[in-house]
């Protein structure tokens, strides 16, 4: 597993390593949706000590039930979605409920919405799934302007050899 998270903060950029990811199609209510889920490391070896990212060591991203308009993995490949951070849409009983799709964890403490989310699938040089991320979400720094993140990652097919 290969990746990296990047926050574009006006004082400096944020750099995070990824731990772990994950990312599937699932059929739900009878339509095809994206779930990926990414988390950094809480390493921060690389990081000055007077960084921002000392106060946030760990974040995580997530993509929930978001329709898309494939059915496996297989097919990601080449393809690009713009996702919003939530929808407004009427449930079974007819009352109106929003949905949300994104979501930024901060430290398994905070949550915050992003927005202008894009996420855009190829092939690394071996042949596995990479996906490129970008959006933004709350300036969870100085809670200013929004902050651009980049996230760049490839999902491997590691196998887990069981002993009997």
Known sequence: ?????????PDETLEYHIRKCFCKVV?????NTLVVEIESSDDLEHVEEDSYQNEYPQVSFTVEDFEI??????KLSGKSFKIPAFEEKENEIGDMEDI?????NLND?????????????????????KMIWIGYCEDFITNKDPLKFKISCVFTNDILNIED
Do not use: A, R, W
């Not at 597993?1 to 903060?9: P, R, V």
């Open 100 to 104: 949300f799709y994104t979501n930024l």
């Open 1 to 9: 597993m290969k990746g990296l998270i990047k926050f574009y903060h």
């Open 27 to 31: 059929f739900l209510n009878n339509k």
């Open 109 to 129: 403490e905070e949550d915050l919405d992003t927005d202008d989310n894009e996420l855009k699938f190829g092939k690394d040089e071996e042949g596995n799934l």
């Open 69 to 74: 308009p494939v059915d496996s993995i297989l």
